[in-house]
Every structure is written in C-alpha cells, then in structure tokens.
C-alpha cells in the first residue's frame, strides 16, 4: 500500500522528464504519458486509453450518461470540460484571442479556424468540381453536395441535415430552448445569427446599404427586396393569370382571394 510523504517532499520522480510527485503509484500513472501503452480497453469498440479515468468518461457514449448539467439550459454533457465550454454561450467569455487581429472565440477550435484565414493556402480539394479550402472538415461537409449524404437525423421528426452543428440548431424547435439571451431587452433566439440581427435594433446599426439610392437596412434580405424597386424585377407570380410581385405576401393574398 502507497504511503503519502509528509509536507511538499515528493521523492517520486520521472526519468524521462521534472515530473516528481509523493506517491508511487502516481508516478506509474504518469509514465503512461511517457509510452504508447493503453492498457485501458473499451468492450464496446475500439477505443484504447492510458487512464481508467478516460475509459469511464469515454464509456459514457455508448450510456448516454451526461451527468454534467447546466445550470442556465437544458444542456447536459459526458465531461466537465464540455460543460465548462458550453457555459461560455452563456456568458459570452472568449479566451482565445488571435495575434494577427482582435478576433476571439470562447472555442480553441474556432480560433485555430480563424487562423487559417490570414493564411491564402488551401490544400484541400474537392475531386468533383474546383473547390479547394482551408480545413478538412470543410471539404467534408462540401463532399456531401456531390453525394446528398445527410447523416444527421432528427429523432422527433423527418428532418436530417449534412453538418451535426444545423441538427442541434434544428432540435431547439422541439425542445424550445433559446439559449441566446439579449443584453438589452428580454428577447431571446435559438440561433446567434438570429441574436445578431436583433442587437442591431438596439446601436442603430444598418450596414446593407442601396448602390441606387441612399436606403440602408439591418438585414441583407430587405435589401434584396428593396432593389427589386429599382431592378422592376417581380420574382413571384400567381399562376391563375398574370398578376406578379415584388413579394411573395402579396401572391399569397391574390391566392386567398
């Protein structure tokens, strides 16, 4: 049985690097770091580890065990640290900051996205057509065009989609979740798109501006509306004679009638 040294003493050390600790045993947990070894097996697939401690968070997959809850939504995760991540769509916390520009994200792997856009090189490339980008996984979810793959399928409904991150946007019409809370009002959305278009209710802010005239607007599609008055253009049609407008409203009330 390991006996703990008394005070800050650890007479246990590694050979291979300034790692020391008090008991031995900690120390051949640590030497597992050291070696390919992964003595831990899952009995379900093929997943291997060092630590018992990975294979019991790993285990929680094929459970469903989500013992991690937030406090703030209806969200729940295998490990603390998913939760701890997730906790930053609350708070709005971005530790990771880019040395190039004032981009932050409260994802690791969103700032290491980011870094690949001050970066011109794209090495992956689609072997059906010309697109070429910057991330595997990108070229991934482009593949999926070409084949029609949408392997992420909603369990309350029909619904299936090509990316995990559009199924867990979908899944909040059933659950009624809005995790997106605004700071100024008590709206709240279930997408931060939608979030970001409202905040600009609140600054004023109107960046979709008319080359014809001097109208702006919060949202790019009212003003792909608004050039319909300068273009003519009237996209929808009745099709019991030949009434046309600029709106698909209007149609729907030629309909009704």
Known sequence: KPVAVSGSEKPYKCNECSYSCKLSATLKIHMFTHSFEKPYECDVCDYKCKRSGSLSRHMRIHTG????????????SVTAGYLKIHLRSHTGEKPYKCRDCNYSSGFLGGLKRHKLTHSSDKPYKCSECNYSCKIARDLQWHLRIHTGEKPYKCRECNYCCKQSGRLIIHMRLHTGEKPFKCVECNYSSS????????????????????????????????????????????????VECKFSSLTSNKVKIQESE
Not at 68 to 76: I, W
């Open 65 to 76: 065990d989500k013992p991690f809850k937030c406090s703030e939504c209806n969200y729940s």
């Open 191 to 238: 997408r931060p798109d939608d979030l970001k278009k409202h905040i600009k209710i609140h600054t004023g802010e109107k960046p979709f501006k008319c080359s014809e005239c001097n109208y702006s607007c919060t949202q790019s599609r009212y003003l792909i509306k608004h050039m319909r008055l300068h273009t003519g253009e009237k996209p929808f049609e009745f």
